[in-house]
């Protein structure tokens, strides 16, 4: 039996579902139930009729499936795949800022723990962040922790924004020069980017997106080449939706080390034992729902 066959067959025992997402290595995608971004996937977690989720991510992700689902088992293969940008901001000072700012709405990333979550006042992805901040009756917003995508939504907002100093090292690698070159090469290729990436590339692109909004220009455009700003993973799920296009990921360093963690052999043993669970602890819970709830509502 191969590995793949071994995780189909133990998946089924357990009832248990795989959830992965876009920046999984190829062979987890494939094996996945579901391939998408974190919100899409803590969606599906929340109403799947599977009692195990094998969530294949990186840490926050896992939390965000467990506070939408509380009932269900929440597995990551992995317990150290963690997100760097998450661990820029303790609950400590955002705190800190809330009282520093006490009129300020704190918005933010779904990229933060769930004790994070638990003391802001929205929640956003890189799909919805401008259209929350707009939305939300304050006027005045601190935006935590990622400063690409605060600077990207205070570019489409008139409100006024403090915005936390953390970014994405994975993201962070990218640079205008790749983009630069890339062009030079492939003249007609759109350059389509996350807002993860640092300002100089972001004013670089042509399209700005989350993984998901990615996906969706590419579908629709009548473009032929992309240069892609965001990690590696995404490409194998373009490429595979797209074979008649072609692209080019901006930079051979944007390759996330966590997502690359979770491995087939991980999921196997991961199903075998039922461990390593993320749970996150219920007073956490009810104070982290709120904020994602106030978001799903808009
Ligand atoms: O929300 C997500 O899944 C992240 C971190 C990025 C994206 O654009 O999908």
């Given at each position: 039996m191969t590995i793949q066959e071994k995780i189909q067959k133990l998946k089924k025992e357990k009832n248990a579902i795989i959830l992965a997402h876009n920046y999984q290595l190829p062979e987890v995608q494939d094996i996945a139930d579901f391939v998408g971004d974190s919100l899409e996937l803590a969606r599906i977690s929340a109403q799947v009729k599977e009692e195990v989720i094998i969530f294949c991510g990186v840490h926050f992700m896992a939390e965000t499936a467990s506070i939408l689902a509380p009932d269900k088992k929440v597995i990551l293969p992995d317990l150290f795949a963690g997100c760097p940008l998450a661990n820029t901001i303790t609950p400590r000072e955002v705190k800190e800022l809330k009282e520093k700012y006490p009129n300020y709405a704190v918005v933010a990333y779904v990229n933060t723990s769930a004790e994070v979550k638990a003391e802001s006042d929205y929640i956003c992805t890189s799909a919805n962040a401008t259209f929350i901040v707009e939305k939300i009756p304050e006027e005045k917003v601190i935006f935590i922790p990622d400063r690409n995508l605060g600077y990207y939504v205070s570019k489409h907002t008139k409100k006024e924004i403090i915005i936390w100093n953390?970014?994405?090292?994975?993201?962070?690698?990218?640079?205008?020069?790749?983009?630069?070159?890339?062009?030079?090469?492939?003249?007609?290729?759109?350059?389509?980017v996350h807002p993860e990436c640092r300002k100089e590339v972001l004013d670089l692109a042509d399209k700005i997106a989350s993984t998901s909004g990615i996906i969706k220009f590419?579908?629709?455009?009548?473009?032929?080449?992309?240069?892609?700003?965001?990690?590696?993973?995404?490409?194998?799920?373009?490429?595979?939706?797209?074979?008649?296009?072609?692209?080019?990921?901006?930079?051979?360093?944007?390759?996330?080390?966590?997502?690359?963690?979770?491995?087939?052999?991980?999921?196997?043993?991961?199903?075998?034992?039922?461990?390593?669970?993320?749970?996150?602890?219920?007073?956490?819970?009810?104070?982290?729902?709120?904020?994602?709830?106030?978001?799903?509502?808009?």
């Open positions: 953390g970014f994405c090292p994975t993201h962070q690698r990218i640079l205008p020069q790749d983009i630069i070159a890339l062009k030079e090469k492939y003249k007609d290729a759109k350059v389509v590419v579908k629709e455009d009548n473009g032929k080449r992309y240069i892609i700003g965001t990690e590696v993973g995404l490409l194998h799920r373009l490429r595979k939706e797209n074979p008649e296009k072609e692209f080019y990921l901006a930079s051979p360093l944007a390759i996330c080390p966590n997502m690359k963690k979770i491995t087939l052999d991980k999921i196997l043993t991961s199903l075998e034992n039922l461990e390593p669970e993320v749970k996150v602890e219920e007073s956490t819970r009810e104070k982290a729902i709120k904020p994602i709830e106030r978001m799903l509502s808009l």
